[in-house]
Nanobody
């Protein structure tokens, strides 16, 4: 059983910052990829950023230079620092952990991020 608990969402004005956290617990492989995805109303869920255990990162083009993903392997926790937020960043943000090429794939419950103009 794997659980992901997210925190840190909320309401912020354009140009503001938020930091999301996601703590993973349970039977998690030490070799995994953790990431953040988001889903806006009426849109498909999309990748925001991922990070491997070795801290190799990937980002969606829309957030490059504004968002930073990081992780604490000892705590099985992943973070997403979001700066210069825009209304288009408004979405439910989901934490994800996966290993064995996605054979094992778990999601958090989601946290709402709302950016007002």
């Amino acid at each position: 059983q794997v659980q992901l608990v997210e925190s840190g969402g909320g309401l912020v004005q354009t140009g503001g910052s938020l930091r999301l956290s996601c703590a993973a617990s349970g039977s998690i492989s030490s070799v995994n990829v953790m990431g953040w995805y988001r889903q806006a109303p009426g849109k498909q869920r999309e990748l925001v950023a991922t990070i491997t255990g070795g801290t190799v990162t990937t980002y969606a083009d829309s957030v490059k230079g504004r968002f930073t993903i990081s992780r604490d392997n000892a705590k099985n926790t992943v973070y997403l620092q979001m700066n210069s937020l825009k209304p288009d960043d408004t979405a439910v943000y989901y934490c994800n952990v996966a290993w064995r090429y996605g054979l094992y794939n778990y999601w958090g419950q989601g946290t709402q991020v709302t950016v007002s103009s």
